[in-house]
């Protein structure tokens, strides 16, 4: 409709006279001199070639068919402001959190984190979208609970793209955003039911819909991003968590149909699950534990303190303090890697930066480190085998 309007727009017509303009083949000059207007503007033929789809399904709509061959739309094919996108490290995505709102931090999570598509937390006309029931594992009572942590998020076939009922989860870091949330909103006075939204109105605003509508969800987040100093789009944060499944795919955290599953593309298991409306609680729970196992590529904190998290943990700034980036960091199976080939990590690192840095940085017994504090030189990191990085002071 957006689509359409402009076009009526800027070609001074109107839906109705679209379709006469179509029969009598004067549609066909009319679209041209449009594609010239919009090229003169610097629009990018990727975005002038969706008037054309548009128009064609409303033509289709009522039964005509007109033909547009001849007509050239340079660039139809490149999308050029995608085309330098990238997907926020681990670091850009905790700095977007840090300066969102505490509903901007919500939405942030459930697309960085369960692969959401932002029509799914609210659509565009506001009537729909995720409600508190469709996360299964929330416990509504005097506070929020959640009964089973990685918690699971349905996202229901009128919320879907596809069309197809699925479900994803979410970790402990987005649990808590969505706690804070929601106990902020019962101190507010509001009375939370399983058929609330998930994200609400801000109650000083005016509330028009029943659901945020698709625009003010992207609202706070692309302030969020904004304020973090970034240009992104929100949609972004999606291909932060398919990009984070890529990796633990490839390191065999989790098959390629669950994969495709949770982040809402059909597939074996949506057949099934379509099917039989519900998969078998065993199915679902390994399924959980496989997306437990890629928390560690998605989320920008470790929440849980077990033993083997707290190892993990203790790897991470390991790696990081003798120079590596978190990009690389994240392509290193830290669950799976022993400790003879971690401790080559960290001498081919601190070699590494011997070369790039000379006398800069230096590999030293514990024992001398407060001589070399004294001679000019910080504490950087200790080395499994005892000694210590030092790095001399600019």
């Keep these: 409709m957006r689509n359409i309007g402009l076009y009526c727009e800027v070609s001074n017509t109107s839906p109705e006279r679209i379709l006469k303009d179509a029969e009598s083949g004067e549609l066909k000059r009319q679209f041209s001199d449009f594609v010239r207007i919009m090229e003169k503007e610097g629009k990018a033929g990727s975005y002038i070639v969706k008037f054309k789809h548009t128009i064609r399904n409303w033509l289709n709509f009522n039964d005509i068919t007109a033909s547009f061959n001849g007509i050239y739309i340079s660039g139809e094919y490149e999308s050029p402001t995608l085309g330098d996108e990238r997907v926020p490290s681990k670091d850009e995505l905790s700095r977007i959190l840090r300066k969102a709102t505490s509903r901007g931090r919500v939405a942030i999570a459930v697309m960085a984190y369960s692969g959401l598509r932002p029509e799914s937390l609210g659509n565009y006309e506001g009537t729909d979208g995720l409600r508190l029931g469709d996360i299964i594992d929330l416990v509504i009572t005097e506070k929020i609970e959640i009964s089973n942590i990685p918690a699971q998020i349905t996202v229901r076939s009128r919320l879907s793209k596809a069309r197809n009922q699925y479900f994803s989860f979410i970790g402990e870091e987005g649990i808590t955003y969505i706690r804070d949330y929601l106990e902020e909103r019962m101190k507010n006075g509001e009375k939370l039911t399983p058929e609330s939204p998930l994200l609400q109105f801000d109650v000083r605003g ?182 210590a990085v030092m790095r001399l002071r600019f």
Excluded at 282 to 291: G, K, P, T, V
């Design 206 to 387: 005016t509330r028009k819909n029943d659901f945020m509508r698709t625009l003010l969800v992207t609202r706070d987040i692309r302030k969020a991003i904004q304020g973090a100093g970034l240009k992104m789009r929100p949609y972004v944060l999606r291909a932060y968590f398919s990009k984070a499944l890529d990796i633990a795919e490839s390191k065999g955290l989790i098959s390629h149909p669950w994969r495709q599953f949770i982040t809402g593309h059909k597939g074996d298991i949506e057949a099934r699950y379509s099917t039989n409306k519900r998969l078998p609680p065993d199915m679902i729970e390994e399924m959980r534990e496989s997306y437990r196992k890629c928390l560690k590529f998605l989320e920008t904190r470790i929440s849980d303190v077990s033993e083997d998290n707290a190892k993990l943990f203790l790897q991470q700034q390991l790696l990081s303090a003798v120079g590596y980036r978190q990009e690389e960091i994240d392509k290193i199976d830290l669950t799976n890697i022993s400790n003879e080939d971690f401790q080559q990590l960290l001498r081919d690192k601190v070699a590494g930066a011997m070369t790039e840095n000379g006398a800069r940085q230096k590999v030293i017994p514990v024992s001398e480190v407060e001589k070399y504090i004294g001679e000019g030189y910080d504490f950087e990191a200790v080395l499994p085998n005892g000694k």
